[in-house]
């Protein structure tokens, strides 16, 4: 009798130590992350990125949404911002409900593991009080990275100023199949400190971002945010930064430049001096 009452309470605490394990993995890594109006459904709390960008899913209720669309953001270990994206929504976000959402975060590399996928509501009052946060804590595999390069004119190996000719410099990024998005946006980000004393320099303006690129039967078309103006010689430099830095991979044998969608159509003309 001794004997079974201990077995049985043997047994008794196994099962309670084995359900309490179970409820502390779930809280670690959790198969959905819900607030009283927000629900991720991926990336989970936990998640080891290795791949760029980022694909975001999740729903959220319709308080959340202003032209059915809110932000996300990736920050790194001290808080500086890797990544932004706009979350989207196809359906109706006029609504108490939750709707599905959705997007794409194209981020920098890291310098350490630990990483914050922060949503941010759109709150278009600018009130404080309205603001609403939630943050998934989330991992990089540092390992899995790309080298890619990004094309600039320089002064040393360029003394003349041909404005016509691009030297290439090598960056690490995260690992990728977009290769092509995340060379331009290495070129975009300019030229790095040790490069500018190599002789290195940029003609493209700081703050122009990529709205899409995509290529096509051997054509990348690349659609940016804005476009500096400038005189015959800027206007060649940037022209061949930009398609140097494309026409580096094979699958690339033309560039067509747009400015949020205008140049695509004939007779339309940018990067004019």
Not at 24 to 41: C, G, K, T, Y
Not at 105 to 118: E, H, R, S
Not at 149 to 171: G, H, L, M, Q, T
Request: glycine share 8%; hydrophobic share 40%.
């Amino acid at each position: 009798m001794r004997k079974s009452i201990i077995l049985t309470l043997a047994f008794v605490s196994f099962m309670a130590v084995l359900v309490a394990g179970i409820q502390f993995l779930r809280q670690d890594v959790p198969d959905d992350i819900e607030v009283s109006d927000i629900i991720i459904d991926s990336p989970i709390a936990g998640y080891i990125i290795s791949e760029a960008p980022l694909t975001i899913r999740g729903k959220a209720r319709g308080s959340w949404f202003f032209e059915a669309q809110f932000s996300a953001e990736l920050t790194d270990d001290k808080g500086a911002v890797l990544g932004q994206s706009i979350l989207t929504t196809k359906g109706d976000w006029m609504t108490n409900d939750f709707v599905p959402f959705e997007g794409k975060l194209y981020f920098q590399l890291p310098d350490a593991q630990n990483m914050t996928l922060v949503f941010k509501n759109a709150n278009m009052s600018g009130l404080p009080e309205h603001d609403k946060r939630f943050a998934v804590p989330l991992k990089f595999d540092l390992e899995r990275t790309a080298t890619v390069k990004a094309f600039f004119p320089n002064n040393k190996f360029d003394p003349d100023i041909s404005c016509i000719k691009a030297y290439p410099v090598e960056r690490t990024v995260p690992y990728t199949k977009e290769v092509g998005r995340y060379a331009i946006m290495e070129l975009l980000k300019g030229v790095l400190p040790d490069e500018k004393i190599d002789g290195y320099y940029t003609a493209v303006d700081e703050g122009v971002r990529v709205n899409e690129l995509r290529i096509e039967n051997g054509t990348a078309f690349v659609d940016f945010t804005s476009i500096p103006d400038g005189g015959s010689c800027r206007v060649g430099e940037i022209s061949v930064q930009i398609n140097e830095t494309l026409k580096q991979f094979p699958s690339v044998k033309r560039v067509v430049i747009t400015l949020n969608g205008y140049g695509a159509k004939p007779g339309e003309m940018i990067l004019q001096p």
